[in-house]
């Protein structure tokens, strides 16, 4: 069975907003709280703020961008985030878009995959404490991270495509997914995942699989939804090659078809709390060990009432 979590549906711009969903996560059935990169206010230092407040849960980075922080800091700031809340975390990392390396590095990273699979394993051997690797085209560590006292660290990769599937089987903890059907994780990206992780013969990592949901609401067409919440992404060339793997091809020109092929191929899920746990419990059956609910699109209509009150009804209905 998958356990259920909650993403913090915005990005912060001070750290006492997300209050209310570090107080949701202690208090229902959520199994974590998971926050993406934000750069209003960084998401260790709210996570740190919410323990300040009292709220300490089990969280996840999903994910954090390599070109921020060099892997050292990486390691140092999840294993901080570990001893402060004093509960496990998935500390998830991606490359970023291609525009946003060559914004901050100057170029992008020539091979994605090799720039990923150095960063995550001088990651998780810091974390672990073993010797440093050997110095790689794009990074190199020869420091050691000092042990501390800490609940676990889980060191995780956004996934969205087979290659990236395929090194994080090789390295990962954790494959990290954004609006990804379940079919599609059935059928490419977990076999992927075995296949990496049978190469470098070490256990396939764990799945989280970040789903966008919606429930109805008089009046309200759930091509809004899709598109409140994913625009920016659909309108990204890796997150559109993945979804045409999955059978969505997505017209950017015409944005409300778009959305309606990304509904009914499973990518957001809509509808009353019980179909939407139904189709949730698609995503158990292919294979995903951590459901995280993201309601992106109706805190930025609604607001957090709503969205806490869609979070409560959709836990019910998936623990029934």
């Not at 259920?4 to 750290?15: D, Q």
């Not at 997300?18 to 229902?28: E, K, R, T, V, Y």
């Not at 709280?33 to 089990?58: D, I, K, S, Y």
């Not at 190199?140 to 991270?145: I, S, V, Y």
Request: contains cysteine; hydrophobic residues 40%; neutral net charge.
């Amino acid at each position: 069975m998958s356990t259920y979590s909650i993403l913090m549906p915005f990005a912060p711009t001070r750290p006492e907003q997300a209050l209310p969903f570090g107080a949701f996560a202690q208090w229902s059935s959520a199994h974590r709280l998971w926050q993406g990169q934000a750069t209003l206010h960084e998401p260790h230092h709210t996570f740190t703020h919410m323990a300040a407040g009292g709220f300490r849960v089990p969280v996840g980075l999903g994910v954090t961008l390599m070109p921020f922080r060099h892997p050292y800091d990486a390691a140092l700031q999840a294993q901080s985030l570990a001893v402060t809340m004093g509960h496990p975390v998935v500390a998830g990392f991606g490359p970023g878009a291609k525009v946003l390396q060559e914004g901050l590095l100057g170029a992008p990273y020539r091979s994605q995959l090799q720039a990923v699979r150095e960063y995550v394993t001088i990651v998780r051997g810091l974390l672990d404490g073993e010797p440093a690797p050997p110095p790689g085209e794009y990074f190199t560590c020869k420091a050691r991270l000092p042990k501390v006292p800490r609940p676990p660290v889980e060191v995780g990769l956004g996934v969205l495509r087979p290659g990236m599937a395929r090194v994080a089987g090789e390295t990962a903890d954790v494959a990290i997914t954004w609006l990804t059907p379940a079919s599609y994780l059935r059928d490419t990206l977990i076999p992927a995942l075995r296949e990496g992780a049978e190469a470098a013969g070490r256990p396939v990592p764990r799945v989280v699989s970040i789903v966008p949901i919606a429930l109805d609401r008089d009046g309200s067409d759930p091509r809004d939804a899709v598109l409140t919440a994913n625009s920016g992404h659909l309108s990204l060339p890796h997150y559109r090659d993945m979804l045409s793997r999955s059978g969505i091809h997505v017209d950017t020109a015409d944005p409300r078809t778009a959305a309606e092929q990304v509904l009914k191929g499973g990518a957001f899920l809509a509808g009353t709390p019980g179909q939407v746990a139904g189709r949730l419990r698609e995503f158990t059956e292919a294979g995903v060990d951590e459901i995280v609910l993201n309601t992106t699109a109706t805190y930025a209509r609604f607001g957090v009432k709503s969205a806490l009150e869609e979070l409560e009804k959709v836990l019910r209905e998936v623990s029934s």
